[in-house]
């Protein structure tokens, strides 16, 4: 199940931002793409909050959409093929300072959950540094 909530807030993310240049970071490959719009999808607890930040900034992207795992999740991310299975876990608060110090606001935040009681936070940061 939580495969099919990731796909649809991706697709929200897409939506929201369908008139902007969007470059979605693979963490399995991770590579630097100037664009307006980047999405961060479960990036954070496979490369490290540092580490993905730096990449994000390096992007020189205006708003910055990524998805977290819950920590407060009972489970772990499931190792299925689609994602390995190291991670780490990367706290809500945490990365809204780390984005906040490097001038990026938080403008949007969710935390939807999928049917077996998994949650995903999703939070948009915008570049105050325009």
Request: a negative charge; hydrophobic letters at 40%.
């Amino acid at each position: 199940m939580i495969h099919a909530l990731l796909d649809a807030i991706r697709r929200q993310q897409l939506e929201q931002y369908e008139e902007q240049n969007i470059y979605e970071l693979d963490y399995r490959n991770p590579a630097i793409k100037d664009s307006e719009v980047l999405l961060m999808n479960l990036t954070a607890e496979y490369l490290g909050l540092q580490k993905t930040v730096e990449l994000a900034l390096a992007c020189h992207a205006k708003v910055v959409s990524l998805i977290l795992w819950d920590p407060e999740n009972e489970n772990a991310i499931p190792a299925d093929g689609r994602w390995p299975s190291s991670c780490r876990a990367v706290s809500l608060e945490r990365a809204v300072v780390e984005f906040q110090a490097r001038n990026m606001d938080l403008v949007y935040m969710r935390n939807p959950q999928d049917e077996d009681g998994n949650r995903l936070i999703r939070l948009d940061f915008q570049s105050v540094c325009a």
